[in-house]
Each structure stands twice: as C-alpha cells, then as structure tokens.
C-alpha cells in the first residue's frame, strides 16, 4: 500500500482512491490546507447534513476537487512531509468550513469546543493549561485511580502525561472495563467508531463504520501499550471499602486480590468504575430453580451450547438488539420477552464496512481524518437537543412531546412499517406509546427482520414465573426452555456499588445518597467526601449525543485543574461546597422535569425508585464543556 509521497506518483491510483472518501470531507481538507474557501462556496448547495448520505455532489464537481487537492499535494509535499506554510487558523475560514461540512450553522459558542476535537492548532487543548506537576509538589502524593476501563485509562494517561504518581486498582485481569467484560455475540458501538475514541489517540484502522466488541478492546489495549501503564495497575484486585482519614487528609483503601488483603493510601482517589458494570438479575418466581442455563449478557458463557436450543431473551434494550439477531440463526426456537418496546433508528452506515480507498484517506490525508471526526462529532452532537423539551400543550402530548418529536415518530413507524409489512399484530407490539428518546434510543440491528423469522416469538409481556424446564409469562402461556438469557441491564442507579464510602465525619455515602438518589456537583465531586472524584458518575451519561470519551476528557480536565488548584494553594483539602452541589442538582432537576425523559408515559432505568432522573445528563455537550472547563476555587472549602 502506498503512502501519500508515493502515492503521488501513480496520479490514476491516487484519484481512485480519492473517489472512494468523502467528498465534502475532501472540500474541507483542501480548503483548510489551501487556505482557500472557492471549494466551499460551490459545494455547498449540494451539502444537506454531516455525514457521507446527506450530500449529493456532482461526479463532474468532485473529479474537479480530486483533480485541485493532487495538484495542491504535488506542490506542497516534499518526502511525505506536508509543507504546511500558510495555515493559520483563522476564525473566519475555520467557520466556514465547518459550516459547510455540516450542511448548516455552527454557532460561534461552539467553534473552541470542536477546535479541541480537529486537534488543528495546539492552543486548542482538553488538556488543562499543558499542566505538569512540579516534583516539589508530588513528593509523597499519590492518586489512586479505581477502575481501568475506559475512563480509569484516560485518567492514568493524563496523569501520567502531568508527572503525577498514580496506581490503578483494577478488579478484572485486564484493561477495557466494559468492553473486557461484555463479549456476547454481536456486542458493539452504536456511535460512529471514528468519534468513539480520545480526541488525542484517534484511531482511523477501524474497518467498520461501527465496530463491534473485539476492536473497541483492542484499541484500549494499544492505548494501554502505547502509555506504558501496565506497571501502574494493579489487576486482579478489588477495592472494598475506602475511608477519608481526616488527621492525615488522606484517603485509606481496602483492597482485596485472590492471594491478599491490602491497604493502600492516598491523597486522591478518583472512582472510574463506570455506571454499566454490574449486571441485574432479574427477580423471578421460581428463577433459582430453573434445571437449565441461565446467562446475563454481561458475563456471557462461551463454553455453552445455544445451538437447536430454546432459548429466551429477557429485554429488548441495546444488549438484546445486539444478542437476538445472533442467537436466532443458531437457536432451535428463540422467545423474546418484551416489558416495553423500543424506539428503533434506522442507520445506513450501521452495518457497511469501509472501502480500502476511504481506509487510506483517513490514514493518509492529512488532516482529511480530523475533519472527518469533526463531522461525525457534529452529527452525534447537539443537534436534536432542542427537540427534547415538552411542549404541554402540544397537541399530541404525552405520546410525542412536541412537533419535531411527532417527526421523529412518524418517521420511525413508517420505517418500521416498511419492514414489517402486513403483519398488523407485530406492528403494534413494537411501536412504544411513550415519545421518541425517552429511553435509550437504538440502532436497527435487523432487529424486525429478525422478529419475522419462523423461529422466533416476540411475547408483549414479562415472565410471570419460571419453571424447572420453561416458563409462565404474563398472558398466561408456558414456554419450554433450555437457556434464559438476560438482557436486563444493570444495577446502573446503584452508582459505586458495593464499594464502601466513608467520608468526612463517618459519612456514608450510600446513605447519603439513599442508595438509589445519587448527587454530585457536575456528576464529579461529592460534598463531605474532599479529594474524592467520580468520572462516569451521576447524570453525566448521555442520552442525546456525543459519547462517554468526551464527557470522560471534560472530567479530568476539571480534575487536573483541582489538583493543580490544590498544589498552587499549598492545601491538602478541596471539599466540594454542599450549598454549591445543591444549587447544581436543583438546576439539574428543573431542566429534567421539561425534558422528555420525565415523561409520564416513560419509565426507565435513567430513574431512580422515586422517579428522580440520576443517569442521564440535561446538558448540551457544549455547556458542560463550558463548565469543567475551569475548576472555580470559591466552590469549594479549603484545607
């Protein structure tokens, strides 16, 4: 395979593979590189939205751009380096660009925030300030880090990256939290796989639009490699209890492994131990005496058998959407057990695989790759979050809360009814009653094709009781089992469990929390509970856009930013203010009770036992940017 040096001097194999990438993406590229905006103006009718579907462009026009960018390239590259002379990113022609890969208005607030994502200029960092510790300042400091998934890897590298000791303490035997853990069949992103990564270790080798389980685990791995923080972490270890010794303003975790118990101590913890970690059984009559297999997605039994078996699935959320599909080519009879059904998005890109010649693009072009993201990041970013407001007096609530929401769900059926065809009965067990996005919304996963298959039964209702060889469901039938597969979730509202909390004051934090009403100031810090973070903590998931990396670098920026605060304030303490934490969630549970997730037709694991929304969050990606962007010192008690 050619690099860009050498793929130069073969012209026709250079502009067929051109073809093959995005040609809006290819308009950005150019004219970022160029400096030119001629490209823009002309493409522009032809652009209706981001992604690779929602342009239309001229073959005539994009041979014409293809033909510009070689000619640019041939005179701006000299031994595969890019003389970039005259880039400057000026404000002006960074928006217009943006503007134009979106197919609509970028406004200004959120120019600094997708400059981060381009990664085009180092000005625009998430890293807080280029922090770097001094060693005067972490001499005998030490952070513990619970967790190494995901977010437990983010927090290693960026300490690490500010010279700041750390030791990860990490229950499995691996890195990759989740995606270590959940291998059932199908398991993968429903987020593009190009904006579901750091924006500073962007992966672009991905040969899916979406990759499933095994490539997401294997990009963790390389970014465990790449960092060298293997010999930070601790695996195999578990943390039971942790308790904040008030004398030594330091944190005292008890850790247990298979050949030990042991007590570390710290100036900082930071819990990265997710809200998707712990799987829920569900409480059935009669389930402990099933003679068969029983299998929760989460920890999924390889060994066992499902082929010409009969199976249940219990659910139909993201796991079972993921599951089903497979175990039906294999199972002798598959039953779905649906409590309620789910809003369902048809997605082009969802199952295609990338084309060698867009392969290369985006590991090839340069900056074609960051623009791409970028389109991709707007695309899954704010856009529908003003649709997700009631409008009480909209003429159609409670089902859909507001004109576009009534969009939303004309659309949905009419795809649904598409597939289905003329079978009435399954049409109207999977069209919900609740509005589009009051739960989690899902990708199609050949879920309806699937449903029409001859060995497959979608029951409207729950298993009532559960028998030695089958079970009874809620309208009265019994079905023979082998297996029963629960696709049921986890214990999501039950943030930290079963660690034990104990802060200032013997506090406890389960209690404070009253087991299932988690509160923290920005989903991160607790009050009573100092030097004490939570990334992934409460209503920080996000249920209209973006992803669990971008909300994930938000939090250790603020972190870094506490740390440092703590080391240019010669204290030992920063406790969170709890009239600020207070202000926070009123503010947070005044912008719920207008959002659709409070809707009186929906209940979802997003609430708690008292109907309080704990998991998602309210905010637009861009506010919450805004507001870890700087920990402010006035909201906290020093000491």
């Not at 590229?29 to 690779?52: A, C, E, M, R």
């Not at 601790?234 to 008890?254: A, D, G, I, P, Y």
């Not at 992934?536 to 506490?562: M, W």
Request: proline share 4%; hydrophobic share 35%.
């Amino acid at each position: 395979m050619y690099n860009l040096f050498d793929a130069l001097k073969n012209p026709k194999w250079l502009d067929r593979n051109l073809a093959e990438a995005d040609i809006v993406t290819l308009t950005l590229t150019l004219s970022y590189l160029s400096q030119d905006n001629y490209f823009l103006k002309i493409i522009k009718p032809y652009v209706k939205g981001p992604f690779d579907y929602s342009a239309k462009v001229p073959e005539e026009l994009a041979g014409e751009i293809r033909k510009r960018l070689i000619l640019f390239l041939n005179k701006n590259i000299n031994n595969n380096s890019m003389l970039v002379r005259n880039i400057n990113n000026d404000n002006q022609l960074i928006k217009q660009i943006m503007n134009t890969g979106v197919g609509g208005i970028v406004p200004d607030e959120y120019i600094p925030m997708m400059c981060e994502e381009l990664l085009t200029d180092k000005k625009f960092s998430r890293n807080y300030d280029d922090f770097v510790a001094k060693k005067s300042d972490v001499k005998n400091f030490k952070v513990i880090i619970i967790g190494a998934g995901l977010c437990g890897l983010l927090a290693a590298i960026k300490l690490s990256q500010a010279n700041i000791p750390f030791t990860v303490i990490e229950k499995n035997d691996s890195v990759g939290g989740t995606w270590y853990e959940n291998s059932y069949p199908g398991c993968g992103v429903d987020t593009p796989n190009h904006v579901y990564s750091y924006s500073f270790e962007p992966s672009f080798h991905w040969d899916e639009f979406y990759s499933k389980r095994d490539s997401i685990y294997q990009y963790l791995l390389n970014c465990e490699k790449k960092y060298n923080l293997k010999t930070n972490i601790k695996f195999n270890t578990s943390v039971e209890s942790m308790k904040f010794n008030e004398k030594q303003s330091k944190w005292v975790l008890c850790t247990r492994s298979k050949n030990e118990e042991k007590t570390y101590v710290a100036n900082i913890v930071i819990s990265a131990v997710g809200q998707l970690n712990r799987g829920l059984i569900p409480n059935i009559k009669g389930i402990d005496n099933f003679s068969g297999h029983i299998i929760h997605t989460a920890s999924w039994d390889h060994a066992y058998d499902y082929n010409n078996k009969n199976l249940a699935v219990i659910g139909t959320g993201a796991s079972a959407m993921q599951a089903a599909p497979e175990l039906a080519k294999c199972a002798k009879k598959l039953t779905i057990f649906q409590r309620t059904p789910h809003w369902v998005l048809a997605n082009p890109n969802y199952h295609r695989k990338l084309s060698k010649g867009k392969k290369w693009t985006l590991e090839n072009l340069p900056f074609y790759s960051r623009w791409y993201r970028f389109q991709l990041f707007w695309g899954f970013s704010d856009g529908i979050h003003a649709s997700l407001y009631e409008e009480k007096d909209w003429e159609n609530f409670p089902n859909t809360i507001n004109p576009t929401n009534d969009r939303f769900r004309k659309n949905i059926v009419k795809y649904v009814e598409s597939v289905i065809g003329d079978d009435k009965e399954l049409i109207e067990k999977v069209i919900p009653d609740y509005p589009p996005y009051g739960k989690r919304m899902l990708v199609d996963n050949h879920w309806y094709e699937m449903l029409k298959k001859d060995n497959v039964e979608l029951v409207a209702g729950e298993i009532k009781e559960v028998f030695l060889d089958g079970a009874l469901d809620s309208l009265g039938n019994k079905h023979n089992l082998d297996a029963i597969i629960c696709a049921t979730g986890f214990n999501a509202n039950k943030f930290l469990w079963p660690m034990k909390v104990e802060g200032s004051e013997s506090l406890r934090l389960n209690e404070v929390w009253e087991e299932d009403n988690p509160k923290a100031y920005l989903g991160i810090t607790v009050p009573d509970f100092p030097n004490f973070y939570i990334m992934y903590g409460p209503n920080t998931n996000l249920a209209h856009g973006g992803s669990i990396y971008f909300h994930g670098e938000c939090q250790i920026r603020y972190i870094l930013g506490c740390i440092k605060m703590m080391f240019e304030n010669n204290v030992s303490v920063l406790n969170c203010k709890s009239e600020v934490c207070e202000e926070y969630n009123k503010k947070l549970d005044e912008e719920h009770d207008k959002m659709v997730w409070s809707n009186e037709l929906v209940d979802s694991w997003y609430r708690n036992s008292s109907g309080r929304v704990v998991n998602v969050s309210p905010w637009r990606l861009v506010d919450y940017w805004n507001m870890t962007s700087k920990p402010n010192i006035k909201d906290f008690k020093l000491g």
